[in-house]
Each structure stands twice: as structure tokens, then as C-alpha cells.
């Protein structure tokens, strides 16, 4: 998984796996989701991620026990 932040465009990508995009659909206002031919996530966007993310240019990982 990668995540990117574009600070041009203020969106923040978070890629899944690396595919080629078929379809990206704006599941709702913001929030693009990117698929592949078979229909499956490849990534997710988030427009204006600023206004939406605390800091989109740190990202924490964790780990559930």
C-alpha cells in the first residue's frame, strides 16, 4: 500500500495495489475510488484533502493485535 499527498492539488491517494485503472467513480463529493477491469479497489482519492485531513502530509501506521 502507498499513500501520496499532492500538495498542488491537495489530494490525497492512497493505492492499494498496483493495477491499471478501468473505471473511477465519485462515490460521494470528494472521494474518488478507483477500480480495475474485474471490478476491484485499486485506489482511493481525496479531493481537497486539507479540509478533510488533519495533516495529509503525515501518515501513522498501526497494527491491530
Do not use: N
Not at 6 to 29: G, M, N, Q, Y
Not at 50 to 64: A, G, I, L, N, Y
Amino acid at each position: 500500500m502507498k499513500v501520496i499527498y499532492d500538495k498542488a492539488t491537495d489530494t490525497l491517494t492512497v493505492i492499494f495495489r498496483e493495477a491499471v485503472i478501468a473505471e473511477s467513480d465519485e462515490d460521494k463529493p470528494g472521494i474518488v475510488l478507483d477500480y480495475d477491469d474485474d471490478g476491484q479497489i485499486v485506489s482511493m482519492e481525496i479531493l481537497d484533502a486539507s479540509r478533510t485531513v488533519k495533516d495529509p502530509e503525515r501518515v501513522d501506521f498501526s497494527r491491530v493485535a
